[in-house]
């Protein structure tokens, strides 16, 4: 049995005006073809399907995270 993982980093930690954020995700035991889908406060962005995220548009006490969906063989939880 593996648990699938995932951590983001981020570009910046402090942002401004017009800066591009860049996020990136490191997983483990995601498979072989893992599903990503970045949530902006817990709420899907739209067609951020994939293992990085960029923006620049933010507002105060924002929250990005990454749902990571594993097919790995013998997951404990695939989300």
């Known amino acids: 049995v593996v648990t699938p993982t995932v951590s983001i980093t981020a570009s910046q930690t402090t942002v401004c005006s017009s800066v591009t954020v860049n996020f990136t995700s490191s997983i483990t035991n995601g498979g072989t ?3 990503y889908q970045w949530l902006l406060n817990g709420n ?3 067609l951020a ?3 990085t995220y960029s923006t620049s548009t933010f507002a105060d006490n924002d929250k990005y995270s990454l749902r990571l969906t594993s097919n790995a063989i013998c997951a404990s939880t695939t989300t």
């Open 44 to 46: 899907i962005i739209p």
């Open 33 to 35: 073809s893992p599903a």
């Open 49 to 51: 399907t994939n293992s």
